[in-house]
């Protein structure tokens, strides 16, 4: 068995004495494991970086056996954000949520190129918005997208406020009622209208409440990972490009 295709480095840890066991995410093969033999070394640290851009060939006897890469680099994300907080703790943000919540070996090519598009963005102007949108293609992708089009009370398409935690649809204000309290906020940038540090911080709180409430539940109430919330708070506190 043996294919060959460009990925996204998103985790790895270590394995024996020299090797590594990397997590890929491709276009074609989803999030997919196998080792690298020597990948703890010296030598491969600097081409093993989380974020990094590789073509990655893998190898094994058998398709169920976790197999073996052999990886070269093509771009190293990590050296490029180093000086930037923000963009450094995105791009572990988006690693380590693809690789919290993708099954192995499922192909997911439209978010793959989102993720890609996201990645080689990182620190350009509008980031932080464009962050949030890619948590929403993810929610959308396992199964737990919102659906902000209309109020759920009313049908109404005019002034929604907010999201229902429970269903994910929008809430007009008026249909809010006695309800307000318990509601999600619906800020315009989550609709993909241009917003502040402010607005996008009230997205990533409802983005949040899916991903912890829906999406870590169905994979065994695993909590988040916390290089999200590390974005979060550095957000929170205006470090964003709006």
Known sequence: ?????????????RHGESAAIVEIFTAEHGRHLG?????ASRKMAPLLQVG???????????????????VELKRGRAA??????????????VCA???????????????YARSLALLDGLGAERWAEAYLGWEMALLEEMGFGLDLSACAVSGSTQDLAYVSP????????????EWVDRLLPLPPVLRGVG????EIAQGLKTTGHFLSQN???????????????????LLSRGDSRP
């Open 1 to 13: 068995m043996e294919w060959r295709a460009d990925g996204i480095l998103i985790a790895l840890r």
């Open 35 to 39: 080792v690298v033999r020597g990948g």
């Open 52 to 70: 990094a851009q590789l073509d990655a060939t893998w190898k094994a006897r058998l398709a169920d056996h976790i197999g073996s890469y052999t």
């Open 80 to 93: 490029e954000v180093m000086d930037d907080r923000v963009a450094l703790a995105g791009m572990s943000s």
């Open 97 to 111: 949520l693809l690789s919290f919540a993708l099954p192995e070996r499922a192909a997911y090519p439209a978010l």
């Open 166 to 177: 429970k269903s994910g649809r929008a809430v007009s204000r008026g249909a809010a009622g």
């Open 195 to 198: 917003g502040d540090s402010a």
């Open 215 to 233: 999406l870590a539940r169905s994979l065994g109430e695993r909590p988040l990972p916390a290089a999200r919330q590390r974005l979060v708070d």
